[in-house]
């Protein structure tokens, strides 16, 4: 399984971003897929998730702010991010819950927010 996030970089307070991860090697369309961040010295934390039918949760911090879609066709996952914040500067990765048992994370792409 690999997993590709990409469309990080810096931005400015109340810019925007849109980060998407490609996943191979899974049956993409029967899966739900994760958008976790890790900020410098800190652990690891859930950001958004959607099914494999399409049904979205977020964390309180990103709700109103962040979306995340799908693209089956594609096997890409999007993280739509507006009003983006210095607190949301982070690596961020996607993920399945099984590869995530397995400690495969790729990459992550990075975003930074200045203020």
């Known amino acids: 399984v690999q997993l590709q996030a990409s469309g990080g970089g810096l931005v400015q307070a109340g810019g925007s971003l849109r980060l998407s991860c490609v996943i191979s090697g899974i049956s993409f369309s029967d899966t739900s897929i994760t958008w976790y961040r890790q900020a410098a010295g800190k652990q690891r934390e859930f950001v958004a998730g959607?099914?494999?039918?399409?049904?979205?949760r977020y964390t309180e911090a990103v709700k109103g702010r962040f979306t995340i879609s799908r693209d089956n066709a594609k096997n890409t996952v999007y993280l739509q991010m507006n009003n983006l914040q210095p607190e949301d500067t982070a690596v961020y990765y996607c993920?399945?819950?099984?590869?995530?048992?397995?400690?495969?994370w790729g990459q992550g792409t990075l975003v930074t927010v200045s203020s």
């Open positions: 993920n399945t819950f099984g590869e995530s048992l397995k400690n495969n």
């Open positions: 959607i099914t494999s039918g399409g049904s979205a």
